[in-house]
Every structure is written in structure tokens, then in C-alpha cells.
């Protein structure tokens, strides 16, 4: 839980750029960070949202190893080049954005890296904010080795057959069925994307299939809510799924 720390423990982490193999061989940078001294401990897949491999991703990563975890963030957005985070970004926009096939071979490439690892206890997980939930729904239904997944807002994973684009070619929804992990989703019941009425749709689906997700949703909140350089941040409903997304991948990755 956020702040229930012990004052007299170590407490040590080494974070850097790496480069590592992704999606077809492609060399990528990924963020790591990773806590010293003793081990072993769980990897978790940190999937950027569209602003970009950016410095909130770097900073929520810091974060989740401050709690204990190997914590790798891929930069998705590589084959756009690069610059600033919004300069990515703004190419990855008018290319008509990063594929889901590219994202998913960069994500289980990050998966292995992290089991590969000395330090690793054999559990990853992966989580996403705005488009990176949406990315981590998908991987949690498809990818290999994925232990537990928290989707942050994730807009699209329910979306209409129409909507559908080259880049994302399926609604993630549509992969339902391949879900083998418990899911957490953090959600705000003002967002345009997903809407309450997408949440709706993707909870009954769940349910049908009887598989194993718990739902958070928060009044008075819409979308990335723990974003505290923007105005939608929300300081309590972002601290109480904190404390929720730290509660659940320590159940299911450190247990």
C-alpha cells in the first residue's frame, strides 16, 4: 500500500534505458528499473499510453519498483523515430498510429526479458494507462506469460466492427475468451473513452465467460486520473486505485 514502508529497511533501485529485441527482431528502447538488494521479484510490463513513451511512464515505473518490481516499459513507439514525446507521438498520429500487431511483439518480447532476468521470481504482469490498457486487455488475451493485467481506462477494448482501422484491426473485446489471468480495471464514470455504457458492455462479456476481473469505478472522475500534470487528475479517486493496483498485482505476482 502507498506509503506503508518500513523506516529502517533498504531500499535502493537502479533505473536506465536499455535496448532489446521486440517486435521481429527489431532493436527497441525500453525503460527499466529495477530495486537492489534482495530478491527475487516480479516483472511487470508497463505499456505506454499515446502521449507517448514519455515521463510519466518513466515516473510510474519508478514507482512500481519502489513497491518491489522489475518494471519494463518498451518504446512502442520506435519505428516513428525520435524526439520529444509529443513529436513521436504527433508522427505516430498521422501515420495512422501504432499497430496492435507491433505492440503485442514488443510486449512479449518485454514479457521474456523480464523472466529471463536472475532476479526474476517467475511472474510478470502488465498494465497500461489510456491506449496501454486497451494494449494490456489485448496482451492479457494474448500473450504468453502474463500472470496478471490491470487495464487504466483502456478506451476501445469495446468498440464497433466500423471503428475498426489497420492498425487496430479487432476490438480486444473480440479476444475475450483467451483471457487466463485475473484482470483488474480502473475506470472513471465521466470518461468519454470507454464510456460507462463500454464498461457495461465489457463486464457482462466477462461475466459470461466467467472469468476472473474485479471493476473499479469512481464518481466525480473521467479519463487518466492519475495523471497530476493535468487537469483530470483526481487526488483521491487516483490514490484510492493506486492502493487498489498494488493491493492486486501483489496478490497475484508476489503471493
Known sequence: MWNDLNTGAYEGMIAETVVIPGHHGDMIHAYWSRPLGAGPCPGLVLIPHMPGWDEYCREAARRFTQHGYSVLCPNIYERFGHGTPAEVSKRAIEAGGVTDESTMGDCQASLDFLRAQSASNGRTGVIGMCSGGRHAFLAAC????????????????VADPEKATPARPKAP?????GLDCPLLGIFGNEDFSPT??????????LKDLGKDYEFHRYDGAGHGIWYYDKPMYRQEQAMDSWNKALSFLDRHLKG
Open 142 to 157: 494474448t500473450l504468453e506469460g502474463v500472470d496478471a493485467a490491470v487495464d487504466c481506462w483502456g478506451g476501445g477494448v
Open 196 to 205: 460507462v455504457e463500454e464498461v457495461d458492455k465489457l463486464e457482462a462479456v
Open 173 to 177: 473485446v473480440e479476444f475475450a475468451e
